[in-house]
């Protein structure tokens, strides 16, 4: 595995910012689809190099769809009982409260893992490694 020509600030700032990207701009859905991937691009070809941004990149993006995938349940399940609005409103706190902790882990240099993602996210980011 070739060594981060990154220093090591740049590589927690580039983690950081992985976990931001999705947070921040999700209040205004319209700016979201153009700054997400235009900021995980920028990410990515800055920090290709560096294990831990590939890992915390990749990570990211895979909470993401995982929570993508429960707003969407709990708008299809809002419509047969109420319980759903419970588990969108819990979907979306846990989003940004999850979100918050692993960004300030990121800068810190941790490399903490999602439970069951995390393994997965690691063996992708590696994969992008070897296709380098």
């Not at 595995?1 to 927690?12: D, F, G, R, V």
């Not at 921040?24 to 700016?31: D, E, N, R, S, V």
């Not at 929570?67 to 588990?87: E, G, K, W």
């Not at 240099?109 to 296709?131: M, Q, S, W, Y």
Request: hydrophobic share 55%.
């Amino acid at each position: 595995m070739p060594a981060s020509s990154l220093n090591p600030t740049t590589e927690k700032i580039l983690a950081a910012i992985s976990y931001l990207t999705f947070v921040i701009p999700t209040l205004l859905i319209p700016i979201w689809v153009i700054f997400c991937p235009v900021v995980l691009l920028t990410i990515y070809l800055i920090g290709r190099k560096s294990r831990i941004v590939r890992f915390h990149l990749v990570q990211s993006i895979f909470f993401v769809l995982i929570t993508l995938v429960f707003i969407i349940l709990s708008f299809i399940l809002n419509n047969i009982t109420y319980i759903a609005s419970f588990l969108y409103i819990a979907s979306i706190a846990f989003y940004i409260i999850i979100y918050f902790i692993w960004t300030v882990l990121a800068y810190r240099g941790k490399n903490t893992k999602f439970p069951l993602i995390g393994n997965i996210a690691e063996k992708f980011a590696n994969r992008i490694d070897k296709g380098n």
